[in-house]
T-cell receptor, first 112, second 112 residues
Framework: SQELEQSPQSLIVQEGKNLTINCTSS?????LYWYKQKYGEGLIFLMM?????EEKSHEKITAKLDEKKQQSSLHITASQPSHAGIYLC????????????FGTGTRLQVTL | DADVTQTPRNRITKTGKRIMLECSQT?????MYWYRQDPGLGLQLIYY???????NKGEISDGYSVSRQAQAKFSLSLESAIPNQTALYFC???????????FGPGTRLTVL
């Protein structure tokens, strides 16, 4: 079965600083999803990457997919308190089922 | 109004009780999923359904059952709840294969 490893597991950054979260898969990535979760709440969809080399941005968040390394990175520029939460990557294992396997998450705190 | 709703949002029950968690969606999606989230373990797939007549087991289906009453409704039941089923439960929906999964706000279940 596919496994996703996220690093770091937790991160504390000062407001205004940049940060990167990585997600590495044990198998081929057919689709990689990034979600954000406020503590104890639902998952908010951020971005989906499907092609090697693909890069997407939304506001101050940029995600990239490195197909060869089976890895995706999420980069936040000039972090703000509103970026705090848990970031989860999810991988589509391929086929018609579209079952997602999730990483264990990266907990981000942004200090003033 | 939210596209994916879950009821109840919080529930405390006792060991051995039967409990049902409900999920409704207005996105018109055929595919629906149930996940559970435990601290430090990410999300694990319990059951998924492609349409009313197509229900499939996920990674951790033991102790759970589901019912797809209509395209828009997917219920998860715990026939005899046990304490290690204490977790945060999420419902999700998606359209065609490879489409983004959209999550509900979650149900926090505590089994005493």
């Amino acid at each position: 079965s596919q496994e996703l490893e996220q690093s770091p597991q937790s991160l504390i950054v000062q407001e205004g600083k940049n940060l990167t979260i990585n997600c590495t898969s044990s198998k081929t990535l057919y689709g990689l999803y990034w979600y954000k979760q406020k503590y104890g709440e639902g998952l908010i969809f951020l971005m989906m990457l499907q092609k090697g080399g693909e890069e997407k941005s939304h506001e101050k968040i940029t995600a990239k997919l490195d197909e060869k390394k089976q890895q995706s990175s999420l980069h936040i520029t000039a972090s703000q308190p509103s970026h705090a939460g848990i970031y989860l990557c999810g991988a589509d294992g391929g086929g018609t089922a579209s079952k997602l396997t999730f990483g264990t998450g990266t907990r981000l705190q942004v200090t003033l | 109004d939210a596209d994916v709703t879950q009821t109840p949002r919080n529930r405390i029950t006792k060991t051995g009780k039967r409990i049902m968690l409900e999920c409704s969606q207005t996105k018109g999606h055929d595919r629906m999923y149930w996940y559970r989230q435990d601290p430090g373990l990410g999300l694990q797939l319990i059951y998924y359904s492609f349409d009313v007549k197509d229900i499939n087991k996920g990674e951790i289906s033991d102790g759970y059952s589901v019912s797809r009453q209509a395209q828009a409704k997917f219920s998860l039941s715990l026939e005899s709840a046990i304490p290690n089923q204490t977790a945060l439960y999420f419902c999700a929906t998606s359209g065609t294969p490879g489409d983004t999964q959209y999550f509900g706000p979650g149900t926090r279940l505590t089994v005493l």
